[in-house]
């Protein structure tokens, strides 16, 4: 059973950085995709980021260039750099990882797997 370790939150000050680290417990069959989104109380999930196996990075609006996702799939882990956070950053920051099955030329999603969350306090 793939298991998704998250780690790097925190309290920060407004303006201030933090570096989460997601890591799997083995590596991922079918893997398309592993990335971050967020949730605070009351809130669905919104994407942060996301990196997959073959494409550039994809980012949610509100980024606007503070986050940066990297990856280094043969260690099985991503990564999320953090700048210039601000109080509506804060929440729990969950990993995800999306698969996708293809069979006889077809493609279809697979089983995807979630963190337990890391959470991010930002304030002053």
């Known amino acids: 059973q793939v298991q998704l370790l998250e780690s790097g939150g925190g309290w920060v000050q407004p303006g201030g950085s933090l570096r989460l680290s997601c890591a799997s417990s083995q590596t991922i069959p079918n893997l398309n995709m592993m990335g971050w989104k967020r949730q605070n109380a009351g809130s669905q999930r919104e994407l942060v980021a996301g990196?997959?196996?073959?494409?550039?990075?994809i980012y949610g609006e509100f980024v606007k260039g503070r986050f940066t996702i990297s990856r280094d799939f043969a260690k099985n882990t991503i990564y999320l750099q953090m700048d210039n956070l601000q109080p509506e950053d804060t929440g729990v920051y969950h990993c995800y990882v999306v698969t996708v099955e293809t069979s006889g030329g077809t493609s279809r999603l697979g089983k995807d797997y979630w963190g337990q969350g890391t959470r991010v306090t930002v304030s002053s």
């Open positions: 990196i997959s196996t073959d494409g550039p990075p």
